[in-house]
């Protein structure tokens, strides 16, 4: 099946920095999603794109899909502490089939 | 609105003991979806539901797991007996139809089995 790598594993990183991770399969997707998770919630959709080079902002989010449709990443510019969560990414296969990464767990130092 | 509604919060049972999760959809979403989420891993697809029937339960472990959906609305998942890898937190999520395109997760189910 499908799978997806998601890198870093975890980060730490001091408030006001920039962060960068992304994701990457062997496999084409349609569609690639950026999550959030906070802890004791379900995932909370950040960010969705929908062809290939797409780059489309959320704020301080940006997104974009790769060119190949292989992978994807994700930067938070200017971190808070808030951002401290999980981010998933996700990658649609057709409309009833999206797998998960495996997640990166960002820490915030105030 | 009202979010996608779970429970219980949190479950701790045996192993070979049996469990049922409840969830109820955001009211109008047609598609259901039932994922296990294993502490480190990302969701996983265990089934999904369009109105009260099922579209996809290709990743369900149908010798322990059954879900159902009654009347296109409430969902129920059971598992029965529960073995030690099933601890996990059960996600139900809802969508107003098959598309990734305003999925909403509930809080999620956490399961121990002891």
């Known amino acids: 099946g499908q799978q997806l790598n998601q890198s870093p594993q975890s980060m730490f990183i001091q408030e006001g920095e920039d962060v960068s991770m992304n994701c990457t399969s062997s496999?084409?997707?349609?569609?690639w999603l950026w999550y959030k998770q906070d802890p004791g919630e379900g995932p909370v959709l950040l960010i969705a794109?929908?062809?290939?080079?797409e780059l489309t902002s959320n704020g301080r989010l940006t997104a974009q899909f790769g060119i190949t449709r292989k992978d994807s990443f994700l930067n938070i510019s200017a971190s808070i502490p808030s951002d401290v969560g999980i981010y998933f990414c996700?990658?649609?296969?057709?409309?009833?089939?999206?797998?998960f990464g495996a997640g990166t767990r960002l820490t915030v130092k105030p | 609105e009202a979010g996608v509604a779970q429970s219980p919060r949190y479950k701790i049972i045996e192993k070979r003991q049996s469990v049922a999760f409840w969830c109820n959809p955001i009211?109008?979403?047609?598609?259901l979806y039932w994922y296990q989420q294993i502490l480190g891993q990302g969701p996983k697809l265990l089934i999904q539901?369009?109105?009260?029937?099922?579209?996809?339960d290709s990743q369900l472990p149908k010798d322990r797991f059954s879900a159902e959906r009654l009347k296109g609305v409430d969902s129920t998942l059971k598992i029965q007996p529960a073995k030690l890898e099933d601890s996990a937190v059960y996600l139900c999520?809802?969508?107003?139809?098959?598309?990734?395109?305003?999925?909403?997760f509930g809080s999620g189910t956490r399961l121990t089995v002891v």
């Open positions: 999520a809802s969508s107003h139809r098959a598309s990734y395109y305003g999925y909403t």
């Open positions: 496999s084409i997707f349609n569609t």
């Open positions: 794109l929908y062809k290939a080079g």
């Open positions: 996700a990658g649609l296969y057709n409309n009833n089939d999206m797998r």
């Open positions: 009211s109008g979403h047609a598609t």
């Open positions: 539901f369009q109105n009260n029937g099922v579209v996809d």
